[in-house]
């Protein structure tokens, strides 16, 4: 049998970031805080503090979150 890496397994959150003005994370469950300066995202392994200047939410799906702004530190905290 085949066995499917981790970080391709579609339970898994995937965390794509594009420079320091925006990240977008797939996966996730709930937002736990949201600031202009800080967001925090639980996914199902972890939660991802996301902090900066100017930072809103570009788009939320399902499945997926844009964020948008300046970002100084993606952090990941159990």
């Known amino acids: 049998m085949i066995e ?8 898994q959150p995937t965390v794509n970031v594009l420079g320091n003005t925006f990240i977008s ?8 805080e949201y600031d202009i300066n800080l967001i925090k995202i639980k996914t199902k392994l972890n939660t991802i503090k996301i902090s900066g200047d100017e930072l809103y939410l570009k788009y939320i ?3 997926e979150i844009g964020v948008k702004g300046i970002i100084y530190s993606v952090e990941y905290t159990s």
Do not use: A, F, H, R
Not at 4 to 11: C, E, G, H, R, Y
Not at 25 to 32: G, Q
């Open 4 to 11: 499917v890496p981790t970080d391709l397994q579609v339970n």
């Open 25 to 32: 994370i797939e996966n996730y469950k709930s937002i736990l």
């Open 61 to 63: 799906t399902d499945t």
